[in-house]
């Protein structure tokens, strides 16, 4: 029910804050009063006939490159103490 | 965009993202889902069977359609049957199960009932047939509230005379107090909803981290998403915090959007609520204000459902708080179908019982 999908303007917003949208390749006319500062080319949230929000897509493309690169943060951590720990066992032992 | 939404969709970040949880999720731990869409999610991805065994996810009372009590349903099942009433809503709250019907049933017995893809909608078919009255069924949480808040608003710049709201609209952040408070219902950190989230933001929910210490995150809906936020979870529990993070930070602001927030309290005022299987809840629902009366159904269509009664063997009400899983009633997969739902769970389509029979074997 709280569905909402990525949807771009491709007009600008009329005098009654309406707008047409392209939602993958779809045309539709979507109310853009509670996204008043939103322009043509954004990409919106729609629900119910509504954008009830501004995609912040760089936001997007950081969150993925976080954790794209999280795991083999993880892995070299990892790998780096393990190679601390065999050393650390080389000098002590005889 | 569509390259960003098949990042969220990514199988090898989605594969990191579970090495992670596994390696974080040290301790048991109860997760729950507030938000259908994200039980769908789950479900759909299988993200269940990629849990460790420490991770158990529960779903909440996140369906709007599930958790509308009968009285509710019966009230406006009553009124698209009274003359020259034409009844809109939403296609999710067509085969609700009332009492003793449903608004399919209703439309199938020749009453004006019609599904509109925006409350918008339903102010030009009120335009369109000046002699019929068009009352909009409007449920759902603070995503859906501000959409019929701002039809209201345009009604009255309209001076619409034919068009009323029946608001059955609840709010989320008083539920999750009720469900902590409830002691049947053990859970250790919230799965919160992305496009609640999207308008009410982080502030509405901070009572659950500085009240009752547990944590929770607002979760997009990809299958990286979810992953993202149970990680985050397990990584504010394994660290000892309880906060309210944000791990769809493409669609929520922590402010939320002020507009729509304005936009709902400019119509509605808080009024008490009851949610099926947990019973009223103080102010988390959402009544028309006085001042918009004359576009408020319960006063322009006044009318008086049959004495509610509840379905015998259905145990939607527990299912919904997590206590019990769908398949563990006797109604699952036996009387109560997708094809001939029993339960409101079963019939939406984000029901917990109707995405469990989807997508898993369990019951069959």
């Known amino acids: 029910m709280c569905l909402a999908i990525p949807a771009r303007l491709v007009t600008e917003p009329n005098d009654i804050q309406m707008v047409e949208v392209d939602i993958l390749g779809v045309r539709r006319h979507v109310s853009v009063m509670m996204t008043p500062s939103a322009t043509?080319?954004?990409?919106?949230?729609?629900?119910?006939?509504?954008?009830?929000?501004?995609?912040?897509?760089?936001?997007?493309?950081?969150?993925?490159?976080?954790?794209?690169t999280m795991g083999i943060k993880h892995a070299e951590e990892l790998a780096a103490e393990a190679e601390a720990e065999e050393a650390a066992a080389e000098s002590v032992s005889p | 965009m569509s390259d960003i939404l098949d990042g969220?969709?990514?199988?090898?970040?989605?594969?990191?993202?579970?090495?992670?949880?596994?390696?974080?999720?040290?301790?048991?731990?109860t997760l729950m889902e507030v938000c259908g869409t994200h039980t769908m999610a789950v479900a759909k991805h299988g993200l269940r069977g990629v849990m460790p065994s420490t991770v158990k996810l529960l779903s909440g009372p996140g369906c709007p359609v599930c958790v509308t009590a009968n009285p509710d349903i019966d009230l406006a099942i009553e009124m698209a049957r009274q003359p020259g009433v034409v009844l809109t809503t939403f296609g999710d709250m067509m085969k609700v199960p009332g009492s003793y019907s449903s608004?399919?049933?209703?439309?199938?017995?020749?009453?004006?009932?019609?599904?509109v893809y925006s409350p918008l909608d339903s102010l030009s078919i009120a335009e369109a047939e000046p002699d019929k009255h068009v009352v909009f069924l409007g449920v759902g949480f603070e995503t859906t509230a501000p959409t019929?808040?701002?039809?209201?608003?345009?009604?009255?710049?309209?001076?619409?005379?034919?068009?009323s709201a029946l608001s059955l609209h609840k709010t989320v952040p008083e539920a999750l107090r009720a469900l902590v408070n409830d002691p049947a219902v053990k859970v250790t950190g919230f799965i919160l909803p992305g496009h609640v989230s999207t308008i009410i933001g982080t502030a509405p929910y901070e009572f659950l981290a500085s009240e009752y210490g547990v944590p929770s995150v607002i979760t997009?809906?990809?299958?990286?998403?979810?992953?993202?936020?149970?990680?985050?979870?397990?990584?504010?529990?394994?660290?000892?915090?309880?906060?309210?993070?944000?791990?769809?930070?493409?669609?929520?602001?922590?402010?939320?959007?002020?507009?729509?927030?304005?936009?709902?309290?400019?119509?509605?005022?808080?009024?008490?609520?009851?949610?099926?299987?947990?019973?009223?809840?103080p102010g988390t629902g959402l009544a028309l204000r006085p001042e918009f009366a004359n576009y408020d159904a319960r006063v322009r269509v006044p009318c008086t459902p049959p004495e509610p009664r509840e379905i015998k063997g259905c145990q939607c009400g527990d299912v919904l708080r997590?206590?019990?899983?769908?398949?563990?009633c006797r109604l699952f997969g036996k009387g109560c179908t997708p094809?001939?739902?029993?339960?409101?769970?079963?019939?939406?389509?984000?029901?917990?019982?109707?995405?469990?029979?989807?997508?898993t074997d369990y019951g069959r």
């Open chain 2, 148 to 163: 019929v808040a701002l039809t209201i608003r345009e009604a009255a710049r309209r001076e619409l005379p034919n068009w």
């Open chain 1, 40 to 68: 043509q080319g954004d990409y919106v949230l729609v629900h119910a006939g509504f954008a009830i929000q501004i995609v912040d897509d760089e936001f997007a493309a950081e969150t993925l490159e976080m954790l794209r």
């Open chain 2, 103 to 115: 608004l399919a049933a209703e439309k199938a017995e020749g009453r004006d009932v019609r599904v």
């Open chain 2, 8 to 29: 969220f969709r990514d199988p090898e970040v989605a594969q990191r993202l579970v090495e992670e949880i596994h390696a974080t999720a040290t301790e048991p731990c």
């Open chain 2, 339 to 359: 094809e001939n739902p029993i339960g409101p769970c079963m019939v939406s389509s984000e029901g917990s019982c109707a995405a469990y029979y989807r997508y």
């Open chain 2, 322 to 328: 997590g206590i019990t899983l769908p398949f563990e």
């Open chain 2, 220 to 281: 997009g809906f990809e299958p990286v998403d979810v992953l993202q936020g149970v990680w985050m979870l397990t990584k504010q529990l394994s660290e000892g915090r309880a906060e309210v993070e944000i791990a769809y930070g493409r669609g929520v602001r922590a402010e939320g959007n002020p507009a729509a927030v304005a936009a709902i309290d400019e119509a509605f005022e808080p009024s008490d609520a009851e949610w099926r299987g947990i019973g009223v809840i």
